[in-house]
């Protein structure tokens, strides 16, 4: 396990015990925010350079300065919810630059969509999240 991978699974470790699940995603959810910061290479780059980073698969090894952008902060937040065996996957949606990714989650049968890089800010000053758990009826979507 590298450093990066340890850092991201003491979210998980420092978890409370007796957590809902809903409970695990939204702590998850702003745990992640606070681990990460926004990539400004992401807003500057050329068309090539947010590609790269949009499509650029999250290797939990190689987290450099916790720079992210919406795809890695959600397949981090993915990887942390499997971790507590809630299913869950990323929706992407075709956007002015490469799109945007955001995480969908399953809790007693409800869809909930968390848009992490929305709150990023929101969490890091304190303020109350505003992108979490939208509640959805229906089936996980990609």
């Known amino acids: ?3 990066d991978e340890k ?3 003491q979210i998980i470790e420092r978890m409370p015990n007796n957590l809902t699940d809903m409970q695990k995603a939204r702590y998850i959810y ?6 990460f910061i926004y990539n400004p290479e992401y807003i500057i780059g050329n068309d090539q350079k947010r590609a790269n980073l949009f ?5 939990i090894n190689n987290i450099i300065n916790n720079k992210a952008i919406c795809s890695t902060i959600s397949r981090a937040v993915i990887y942390l919810l499997q971790q507590c065996q809630i299913e869950c996957n990323g ?4 956007g002015k630059r490469e799109g945007h990714m955001e995480v969908a989650f399953k809790i007693d049968g409800k869809v909930y969509e968390m848009n992490p890089v929305a709150d990023l800010m929101n969490i890091k000053v304190g303020y109350e999240t505003i992108r979490i758990c939208n509640a ?7």
Do not use: Q, S, T, W
Not at 91 to 94: E, G, P
Not at 136 to 142: A, F, P, S
């Open 30 to 35: 702003i745990e992640a925010c606070r681990f």
């Open 91 to 94: 929706v992407y949606f075709n």
């Open 1 to 3: 396990m590298g450093p």
């Open 55 to 59: 499509f650029e698969d999250i290797d």
């Open 7 to 9: 850092r991201l699974i």
């Open 136 to 142: 959805n009826e229906g089936k996980l979507k990609n």
